[in-house]
């Protein structure tokens, strides 16, 4: 059963558009809420995270929403560049326990010039 | 540099023939883990290990043995590979302090299976 749902999954912009990215949980366990981001043949890479007591978290153009009550958290990207094209995935877990990471499905950017 | 270092980066080999995936990180970090990525379910943990010696099942462990007798060293095993295990692996490495928990991935192994 996936712990984090996530859609869409493709995206496809033009170059300054906003996408935007969603997510779903359901353990009200879980209290970080990171985001990944990888390009082609690497690693994911950690892009922005967020903890349940805040509702919005923005670093330069990302921006994570959080909505505690609807178990939803969001990724938008201000201004969408050709360089932000790459795989993000979202995640899920809980500080205190073990080293559980649950991640979403994934969503394939495109940003088209 | 902090890196989490995977080997071999791409393999093929064929059905039943053991191997081993090894993964090593040079940022004294607690916890090592490793995941698979399929195209459609995103990533998924095979095992982790909290410390040396402290292992276990993530959630597809099915197939897989992993080994922690060093804390920078934490390889993935394979002892009789099937195709269903063609897959994009990663190690990934995070510190067991509860105030950072930035998971810091290698660059991935393909393994095809045949």
């Known amino acids: 059963q996936q712990q984090v749902k996530q859609s869409p999954q493709s995206l496809i912009v033009q170059k300054g558009g906003i996408p935007i990215i969603n997510c779903a949980y359901e353990n009200t366990a879980f209290d970080y809420f990171p985001w990944y981001q990888q390009f082609p043949g690497k690693g994911p890479a950690l892009l922005i995270a967020?903890?349940?007591?805040?509702s919005e978290k923005k670093e330069g153009r990302f921006t994570i929403s959080f909505n505690k009550s609807a178990k939803q958290f969001s990724l938008h990207i201000m201004d969408s560049q050709p360089g932000d094209s790459a795989t993000y995935f979202c995640?899920?877990?809980?500080?205190?326990?073990?080293?559980?990471?649950?991640f979403g499905t994934g969503t394939s950017l495109t940003v088209i010039p | 540099e902090a890196q989490v270092t995977q080997n071999p980066r791409y393999l093929i080999t064929v059905t039943g023939k053991k191997l081993t995936v090894t993964c090593s990180q040079n940022m004294n970090h607690e916890y090592m883990s490793w995941y698979r990525q399929d195209p459609g379910l995103g990533l998924r943990q095979i095992y982790y290990?909290?410390?040396?010696?402290?292992?276990d099942k993530g959630d597809v462990p099915e197939g897989y043995k992993v080994s922690r007798k060093e804390k920078r060293n934490f390889p993935l095993i394979l002892e009789s590979p099937s195709p269903n295990q063609t897959s994009l692996y990663f190690c990934?490495?995070?510190?067991?302090?509860?105030?950072?928990?930035?998971?810091?991935f290698g660059q991935g192994t393909r393994l095809t299976v045949v």
């Open positions: 990934a490495s995070r510190t067991g302090s509860s105030m950072n928990t930035e998971a810091f």
């Open positions: 967020i903890r349940p007591d805040v």
């Open positions: 290990s909290m410390n040396v010696e402290v292992t």
């Open positions: 995640a899920a877990s809980i500080r205190f326990s073990g080293n559980q990471f649950y």
